[in-house]
Structures are given as structure tokens and as C-alpha cells.
């Protein structure tokens, strides 16, 4: 197959998405097939005279790609662009997605996850990896996906969505439950996330996830144990136990290597590993998401456990949690991302 991995962009996770993609390329190769590996922002910036050839020299944008201790500057990524235009799609980029069979979205974040380019695509006639623009949408953002588990009754943690719209004196006045966790609503990787001891705190991770986005949602805080469940094919995947050496699971932990500890299987007591499989399944089917997922859990003393939310692009780098519940299912790496894209295709 001729395959395009889409990976970069514009969004607080462009590092993660950059291995990602390039992981997927390597993988996809090594099976036969013919993979261009394009930032899905700085695109293709020479003149394309014969796409043809991309695909033919496995063309690649990137060699030796790593994840740093901090997010990526942004605005530097976008004075660093030939092509200075407001436009998100590089150049040449949706031609070149065009002539493949189908573009494998190694985005994570931003317009990659928030069903945007989903939308672009689709509009343009191109088949791609993972779930449609409404469910990407849904799924991307964390107060509608509260909204969501509430009316389908999936268990989940006490909340409240704040916006920035309407910040003024006392406007955070009604949550009083400490400690809690702050969120903004559209930021992934745990970017922006800070779990605070009092209102002092509190008010000032506010302040700050308001930089990230203009929704942010309060969460109680759950004391336990912190799970993830891959949905490949709206089947549950083995659960991974996520336990951080140090802290909780925030952006460091999550990508650099030996920072966290994950067990896979989960030792769990069987009933409550089948429990939140099939709440991880029901959560995948109520969102809408289609071909793959992930759905994240955290379990408390009393065994009570609770959804968090739900990833439609999972990470695919070394580290990431989706290809190591594969591996626990006998589904080894270059398989998986075969598996995605057949399944994708019959969505």
C-alpha cells in the first residue's frame, strides 16, 4: 500500500507526535509498504514534480526523533516555516495524501485530535486512520466528554467546566472540595494539569490552564491506582498500570524513558479487570469513536474505579501505552499499525 503518516502540527504535543509518526513509518516499511512521513504543518516545501518518487524513496522529514523534558516552543515552529501563510495544511500536503491509499494519522493534540483535520480530510476525499470528526471532537474535549459519561452512565469523578468567559469576583467561589485536580479541556499529554491542596492553589492553576484554552474543567481528586485500556476494534485490550517513580503522571513521566513503571497485564482482581474493560468498551461506544482508543481509569481503596477520559489518537512511540497492551495480546508493533489500518478502512 502507498501510505501517508501525518505527524507534527501545531499543538502542545508536536514532539510526541513527531516520534509517533516517525515510529509508524519505520514499522509500516518494514512490512512492504511504500510510507511518506510529512509534518502535517511545514508540508512538503520543495516543488513536487512527481509525487510518484515520494512514495518510491519512502520520503521521510524527520531522522532520530526524540521527545524533550519540555513542550515545544510553538511560535518558533512557526517562524521556522518557508512558507508563512495562516493556512494549517503545509504545502503541497493534502495532494500528496491524495495519491495514497489511506494517511495514517500519527497527530496527537490541536487540530489533529480535535476532529479538524478529520473534517479536512474527509472533505477531500481522503481515508484515514482512527475516528471521525465528531467523536475526535467529542472525545478532545474534556467537558463534553463528562457531559457525555454523565447521560451514559459511565462512572467518572465529580466535576465542574469553568470558562474563561465569564472569570470574574467569585466566580470560582462554588468548588470548596480539596485537593482536586485542574484540567484544561483541550490540552493532551497532561499538559496544563496541576493538582492543588487550596483555594490559593486553586485559583492560580485556574488562572493558569486559562492559557492553554478557555475551558477548563475541576475535577475531585481520586486517591488510587492509575489505569489505561487500549480499544482496538471495540474490543478492550490487557490493562497497563501506569506508577510513576516520582509524582504522578504528568508530561515528564509520561516520555521520558525509566521515569514511570508500567505493568502489563495489571495485576488486578479478574472481576474488576473484566468490570472496566467493558466500561472502557462502553465508553469507546458512547463517544463514537471508531477503529482504535484509549480510555484511561483510576481505581480508589474501596475497588471503586473511574473513567477520566478517552484518547483517539493514542501515543505510538517506544514508551506509549497502546502498543505495549498490544504486545500483551500477542499483537507485535508492525502488526498493530497494520491492524489500525485495516480497521479504519472498514469503518
Not at 504543518?41 to 509525487?51: A, L, Q, R, S, W
Not at 457525555?148 to 470558562?163: A, D, E, H
Not at 462554588?174 to 499538559?191: I, N
Amino acid at each position: 500500500m502507498r501510505i501517508v503518516v501525518l505527524a507534527g502540527g501545531l499543538s502542545s504535543e508536536r514532539d510526541v507526535s513527531i516520534l509517533s509518526g516517525s515510529k509508524v513509518a519505520e514499522a509500516l516499511r518494514s512490512k512492504g509498504h511504500k510510507v511518506v512521513l510529512l509534518d502535517v504543518y511545514m508540508g512538503y516545501e520543495e516543488e513536487v514534480c512527481d509525487i510518484d518518487s515520494l512514495f518510491e524513496n519512502n520520503y521521510d522529514f524527520t531522522e532520530n526523533a526524540v521527545i524533550g523534558t519540555e513542550e515545544p516552543d510553538i511560535e518558533e515552529v512557526r517562524r521556522s516555516r518557508k512558507n508563512q501563510s495562516s493556512v494549517y495544511f503545509g504545502d503541497h500536503v493534502l495532494d500528496i495524501c491524495r495519491a495514497a491509499d489511506i494517511t495514517f494519522l500519527g497527530l496527537h493534540g490541536g487540530e489533529g485530535e480535535d476532529g479538524s483535520v478529520q473534517a479536512a480530510l474527509e472533505l477531500n476525499g481522503i481515508r484515514y486512520t482512527g475516528t471521525g470528526h465528531l467523536g475526535s471532537a467529542i472525545a478532545m474535549h474534556k467537558g463534553i466528554t463528562k457531559g457525555v459519561f454523565l447521560n451514559s452512565n459511565v462512572p467518572t469523578p465529580k466535576s465542574r467546566l469553568y470558562k474563561s468567559a465569564f472569570m470574574g469576583k467569585g466566580y470560582l467561589d462554588d468548588w470548596t472540595s480539596f485537593p482536586c485536580v485542574v484540567k484544561p479541556c483541550s490540552a493532551g499529554s497532561s499538559v496544563g494539569v496541576q493538582i492543588v491542596a487550596d483555594r490559593m492553589q486553586f485559583v492560580a492553576a485556574v488562572g493558569a490552564a486559562f492559557r492553554y484554552d478557555d475551558d477548563v474543567l475541576v475535577e475531585e481528586y481520586i486517591k488510587g491506582r492509575e489505569f489505561s485500556v487500549g480499544v482496538l476494534g471495540g474490543k478492550a485490550l490487557p490493562i497497563i498500570e501506569i506508577i510513576p517513580k516520582d509524582g504522578w503522571y504528568d508530561y515528564t513521566n509520561k516520555y521520558q524513558e525509566g521515569a514511570t513503571e508500567e505493568i502489563c497485564p495489571a495485576e488486578l482482581d479478574p472481576v474488576i479487570a473484566d468490570k472496566m474493560q467493558r466500561e472502557a468498551e462502553h465508553a469507546f461506544e458512547v463517544l463514537r469513536l471508531k477503529a482504535y482508543g484509549r480510555v484511561d481509569f483510576l481505581l480508589d481503596s474501596r475497588n471503586r474505579f473511574f473513567c477520566l477520559e478517552a484518547n483517539t489518537l493514542p501515543g505510538m512511540t517506544p514508551m506509549s501505552l497502546l502498543p505495549q497492551e498490544a504486545a500483551a495480546a500477542g499483537i507485535e508493533y508492525p502488526d498493530l499499525c497494520e491492524k489500525i489500518i485495516e480497521l479504519s478502512l472498514n469503518k
